[in-house]
C-alpha cells in the first residue's frame, strides 16, 4: 500500500507534508514550516511522529523542526551539505542515499539551485517526490545560491521520474505562476486549461499543491525550457536548455 500523504497549510503560503507508511504505521514529515498546525493534524489523527525529513536551510521551511523533535522525540534527516545551517541532524544524508520510513524506502535526490544543498526526496513505491522549492507548481525556486545550469541540471533530475509521479512542493504560488506561465506559451491549451482550474480552486479555498509531473511537464515552463517550440517563442532556438531556462527565470524574476 502506499503511503498516505497529508498536505498541511502552514505560515501564509508554506505546506508541510505528513507521511503515514500504512504496514508499520510509522510517520514522517517533510519540512516544519511551524510547529502549531502540524500537531493539530497529528493530534486529529492520534499520529505520534518519527521522523523529520528537512529539504534545505530556509526557515521557513524549518522553523517548528526542533520544537517538534523535541516534543515527539523525532530523529531529523538533512543534507550533509547543508549541516552547518540545519538543525541538529540525526542522519545526514546525500544524493543517492536512501532513507526508511517503515517499510518504504526514499531516494535522496540533490536538487541544488534554489540553495546549494537542497535536497528532494522520492519515494518511488508510492509514486511521489518532495521538492520543496525546487520544482513547484508551474514554477520552482528562485535561484538564490547556485547558477542557472545547476538549477536547470536539478529540475532535469526531475523531469526524468516517471510521468505519474505526484510532486509535493513547498508553496501556494500556483496562480501567480499560471500567469507568468501564460506570458511564456500563451496559447498553451494545457496551460490555460489548468489556469482556469487553479483560479478556481483558490477562489474556493483549495489547495492546488500536489500536482503530477505529467501535468508540469505539459504546462510548467522552468520544465519545458528544452522544447523546440518554447525556445523559438523566446528568439533562442540556438541556445542551449540552461540559457533558455535561466532566461525564463530572469523574466520570472522580473514579472
Known sequence: MPLEIVTIPCRSDNYAFLLREPTTGEIGLIDAPEA????????????????????????????????????FGAQVIGAQADTHRLP?????????????????????????????GHIAFHFPDSGAVFTADSLM?????????????????????LKALPRETIVCSGHEYTQSNAKFALTIEPENSDLISR??????????????????????LATNPFLRADLPEVKSLLGMADQPDAAVFAEIRRRKDNF
Open 195 to 216: 489556469a482556469e482550474a487553479v483560479a478556481a480552486a483558490r477562489a474556493e479555498g483549495r489547495a492546488t499543491v500536489p500536482s503530477s509531473l505529467a501535468e508540469e
Open 36 to 71: 502549531a498546525p502540524i500537531r493539530a493534524a497529528l493530534k486529529q489523527r492520534g499520529w505520534e511522529l518519527h521522523k523529520i525529513f528537512v529539504t534545505h536551510h530556509h526557515d521557513d521551511h524549518i522553523a517548528g523542526v526542533e520544537e517538534l523533535s523535541d516534543s
Open 137 to 157: 507548481a508551474l514554477g520552482c525556486g528562485r535561484v538564490f545560491e547556485g547558477t542557472p545550469e545547476m538549477m536547470w541540471g536539478s529540475l532535469s533530475k
Open 88 to 116: 541538529p541532524l540525526d542522519h545526514a544524508v546525500a544524493e543517492g542515499e536512501t532513507v526508511r520510513l517503515g517499510d518504504e524506502t526514499g531516494h535522496v535526490i540533490d536538487v541544488s539551485g534554489h540553495t546549494v
